[in-house]
């Protein structure tokens, strides 16, 4: 068929409606919520979680999700504890840093064998995690994940997801662009390694902040000793006087306030944003 021929079906004029709104709204807040809606017209999943790493880190930034406040447990404060050096996704960020589009299930990793399954993913009642990679710095990369409850994805779904990488790609690297330009007050600065130094800064002392850095990046009581030259009894002390001053009595408490600081409001969708595509 020629491309004249495509380009005038109803479902790709439908299609190209939704793209034009997507490029109209390409650097509005909501734009990854938008993205989202329109990709369920060619690949199902219920969840979305946009994520920003920077080389070097493993935890990222939460830019945006559409998960209901009553779920955060279960996604953000267990991952933030601990589970996020389990996860199989840092493998693929670690040793690559290339675009590229991967799945994280039963079948394509052994996952179910894994302290990450059984800590954390299990939880979730997903079947199915897409990964869309997206590097937008030389030591920086988006993550947009979308998470499925009815299956892993099909063949043809993945092919679609692959020949539409390229526009994911453009309409997220500007949305990331335009947010660093603007230096928004509550998403930046975007590195990970601020947000943790500034953490508890109006509350704590220099030292406590020090070491509530490392206790979120997973450091036990002997790792923090020994970084930063002390005794582990010292450090015990710390830990004492930063749980207090924080209002907190474990480290899973510790890290889901630290969650909550970063953690954007849930994505509404809106089926008004963005054009409807009946091509499926």
Request: glycine residues 4%.
């Amino acid at each position: 068929m020629a491309l004249n021929q495509i380009l005038s079906l109803q479902e790709v004029v439908n299609w190209n409606m939704v793209l034009a709104s997507l490029f109209d709204r390409q650097l509005e807040n909501g734009l990854p919520g938008l993205l989202s809606d329109a990709m369920k017209q060619f690949i199902e999943h219920d969840t979305f979680i946009l994520k920003a790493y920077d080389h070097g880190s493993d935890l990222p930034i939460i830019i945006s999700h559409d998960i209901p406040a009553h779920r955060h447990y279960q996604y953000f404060e267990i991952y933030f504890a601990s589970a996020y050096k389990d996860d199989p996704l840092l493998d693929k960020l670690r040793y690559d840093g290339t675009g590229s589009v991967i799945q994280i299930n039963a079948s394509t990793c052994s996952l179910k064998n894994s302290a990450y399954y059984r800590t954390y993913y299990e939880d979730l009642h997903l079947h199915d995690e897409i990964d869309i990679l997206l590097p937008v710095a030389p030591r920086q990369s988006l993550v947009l994940s979308i998470g499925r409850r009815g299956g892993v994805a099909h063949e043809d779904e993945l092919a679609t997801l692959s020949s539409v990488y390229p526009l994911i790609e453009c309409l997220l690297k500007n949305f990331w662009k335009q947010r660093s330009v603007k230096q928004d007050a509550h998403l930046m600065p975007h590195s990970i390694e601020t947000r943790l130094a500034r953490f508890g800064e109006e509350l704590l002392t220099v030292r406590e902040r020090e070491i509530t850095r490392w206790m979120l990046q997973g450091k036990c009581t002997k790792e923090i000793a020994r970084l930063l030259e002390i005794s582990a009894q010292t450090v015990k002390v710390h830990r004492r006087n930063i749980y207090a001053k924080l209002g907190v009595n474990t480290e899973l408490q510790l890290c889901s306030r630290f969650a909550a600081t970063v953690l954007p409001s849930p994505y509404e969708g809106n089926s008004k944003h963005v054009a409807q595509w009946s091509g499926r």
